[in-house]
């Protein structure tokens, strides 16, 4: 199976600063038909995840541009700008790519 | 708009079989897949299996031969079951549409708890 390597585990993070989260992944997540199935969601306290970012860099509908996705291969990276109050929680990473499809084992963020 | 919501016991004795229940609406379970996914008090999210449009299935080889995904069409519903429940599979259980490679919405989940 693959394994999602996600660091770190917790971040704190002052009002408007930036965050950068990393999954790395023990294969390669390109598809044979050549897409990346490697997403991002975001768990606030309480809710069930909610999607951020599909297929590496491509935002979810109302997700604002400050979150940002990037990398190719098995190095992925999160990126969060301007982080903002309702931006706490947990981030995960998920390959869509092998069966059986798998999660990283998430990053708390937290704000200061 | 796309609507998921789990239902089930929130209690299940050691060794029985747990049974849930996602209903959707705003989504055709012909046209997309459903997936359920559980989390454990306090841990990471665990991808458990998926009914394709098709009607076809792929599960988690950890679970595969406890775990049966199947769904009624007319009513708009996928059921999960689970059988010699433990200890450790208590979670926070959670459907999720499928949709162009990606679980895009989610339902909010229902909690689960294996004990005598």
């Known amino acids: 199976d693959v394994v999602l390597t996600q660091t770190p585990v917790s971040l704190l993070i002052s009002l408007g600063g930036q965050a950068s989260i990393s999954c790395r992944s023990s294969?390669?997540?390109?598809?044979?038909?050549?897409?990346?199935?490697l997403h991002w969601y975001l768990q606030k306290p309480g809710q069930s995840p909610q999607l951020l970012i599909y297929?590496?860099?491509n935002r979810f509908s109302g997700i604002p541009d400050r979150f940002s996705g990037s990398g190719s291969g098995t190095d992925f990276t999160l990126k969060i700008s301007r982080v903002e109050p309702e931006d706490l929680g947990v981030y995960h990473c998920?390959?869509?790519?092998?069966?059986?499809?798998?999660f990283g084992s998430g990053t708390k963020l937290e704000i200061k | 708009q796309v609507q998921l919501k789990e239902s089930g016991p929130g209690l299940v004795q050691p060794s029985q079989t747990l049974s849930l229940t996602c209903t959707v609406s705003?989504?055709?379970?012909?046209?997309?897949?459903v997936s359920w996914i559980r989390q454990p008090p306090g841990k990471g999210l665990e991808w458990m299996g998926v009914?394709?449009?098709?009607?076809?299935?792929d599960y988690n080889s950890a679970i595969k031969s406890r775990l049966s995904i199947s769904r009624d069409t007319s009513k708009s519903q996928v059921f999960l079951k689970m059988n010699s429940l433990q200890t450790e599979d208590t979670a926070m259980y959670f459907c999720?549409?499928?949709?162009?490679?990606?679980?895009?919405?989610w339902g909010q989940g229902v909690m689960v708890t294996v004990s005598s």
């Open positions: 294969q390669s997540l390109v598809h044979s038909n050549g897409n990346t199935y």
């Open positions: 998920f390959q869509r790519t092998h069966n059986p499809f798998t």
């Open positions: 009914i394709w449009s098709n009607g076809g299935t």
């Open positions: 705003g989504l055709s379970l012909t046209s997309n897949s």
């Open positions: 999720a549409r499928g949709s162009g490679y990606r679980e895009d919405y």
């Open positions: 297929q590496v860099s």
